[in-house]
């Protein structure tokens, strides 16, 4: 079964590419090397998903906004390699933004952590760091960045 093939099993749709906020790009390919860029938690309708995890948002509602970024990354990695089967997630870097007491930000992250796995097997298993931040952009619940390879 394709990735794509197991996200429709799965009941999920890859969202469109946003505009980034800023002065970068979506991603940037160095040889097999896929760079993503950070995304945060975005609703179908582009608004996102904003408070301090552990106070406004609790760690279950924050690992789906993680989830929500992992579909995120997925769309950049199909527009950067035409399907995802070709795709191998190598790193991610999962940002949370909590209250200072906050300890749970790897169960946060692993909202993308199990998408990836879950649509890519093998291949979505990958190296991670999870971190507590005094704040992100916009005020988002999480930001998530990822380097992935390409195969042929």
Partial sequence: ?????????????LPDLPSPLANYVPFKICHDVLYLSGQGPRRSDGSMMV???????SAEEAYEHAKLVGLGLLA???????ELS????????????AEPEFKDQPKVINGCSD???AVLGE??????????????????????EAVMRIHD
């Fill in 51 to 57: 408070g301090k995890v552990g106070r406004d948002v």
């Fill in 115 to 117: 998408l990836f796995v």
């Fill in 76 to 82: 950049a990695a199909k527009a950067a390699a035409g």
């Fill in 123 to 144: 291949r979505g298993r990958h190296a991670r760091s999870a971190v507590g931040m005094g704040s992100l952009p916009l005020q988002i619940t999480v930001e998530i």
């Fill in 1 to 13: 079964m394709t990735p794509e093939a197991k996200l429709a099993a799965m009941g999920l749709t």
């Fill in 86 to 97: 070709r795709i191998e997630v190598l790193k991610v870097l999962g940002m949370v933004n």
